[in-house]
């Protein structure tokens, strides 16, 4: 790790403006959280601050969610061929595969997080797409890689995707298909909503997705549901 980074407990915590401070090759700046290209452009950056630093769980949970409804529905997990939503630099995907799913297609808007994942860990999707979901072309993504799952981890509402964009992605997905996804507890209600009329929901689950920088718990649900 060639950087030091810095909270600073009084920067401002609405999700978004989160700053911290970066120090690396001799120079100091200040970063948003959320200024995900400049982020995924160092290596290990995301992983240090999101994962160890804020503690960001959000993955973990929805792989380990996801793979047990799968296993209790009597089904294999490495069956499971998943496109990942909001994909970010593969630290979704990485713990999918962990959880003995199989991630197949990342998908950011991020053209830095296309090069990152490919960076630090080659090989995890067959395909990373670099597009905003709404702007996707997911039936043809769907029927070449065989995609049996729509996943998001972090990446709902908050200026990211839309749950609205994610329904109709979820459209282009077979009877059977699984998906999972995790969203901040003030939208976790209308988003589920959406998806009620086609989807049979197995697992709806409150847990702490990290802390701020100033140390609060922020609250997200995750969703694990089946296409009827
Ligand atoms: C908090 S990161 C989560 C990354 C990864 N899923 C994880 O758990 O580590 C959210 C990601 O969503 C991406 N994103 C935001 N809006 C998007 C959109 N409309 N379409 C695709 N990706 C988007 C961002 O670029 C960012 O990489």
Do not use: K
Not at 82 to 87: E, F, K, R, S
């Amino acid at each position: 790790m060639d950087f030091h980074v810095d909270l600073d407990p009084a920067a401002p915590t609405v999700r978004g403006s989160e700053t911290f401070v970066l120090e690396r090759d001799g120079g100091r700046r200040v970063m948003r959280i959320h200024d995900y290209d400049d982020v995924y452009a160092v290596p290990g950056l995301y992983e240090h601050v999101v994962s160890d630093r804020l503690g960001c769980v959000s993955p973990q949970t929805l792989a380990t969610s996801l793979a047990a409804e799968v296993t209790a529905a009597g089904e294999q997990p490495a069956d499971v061929r998943c496109l990942d939503v909001g994909a970010g630099n593969g630290v979704s995907g990485a713990a999918l595969r962990d959880a003995g799913l199989t991630p197949v297609v990342g998908l950011d808007v991020s053209p830095a997080a296309g090069a990152a994942a490919e960076r630090d860990r080659p090989g995890l999707y067959a395909e990373f797409v670099v597009a905003a979901l709404g702007d996707a072309a997911v039936p043809d993504l769907v029927t070449r890689h065989r995609l049996t799952a729509l996943v998001s981890a972090g990446a709902l509402t908050g200026g990211h995707i839309e749950p609205q964009v994610l329904a109709r992605t979820w459209a282009a997905f077979a009877p059977g298909g699984w998906l999972a996804y995790t969203c901040a507890e003030a939208h976790a209600d209308d988003a589920r909503s959406i998806f009620a009329e086609h989807t049979d929901i197995r697992r709806d689950e409150r847990f702490v997705h990290r802390r701020t920088v100033a140390g609060d718990p922020v609250w997200y649900r995750v969703l694990v549901g089946r296409r009827r």
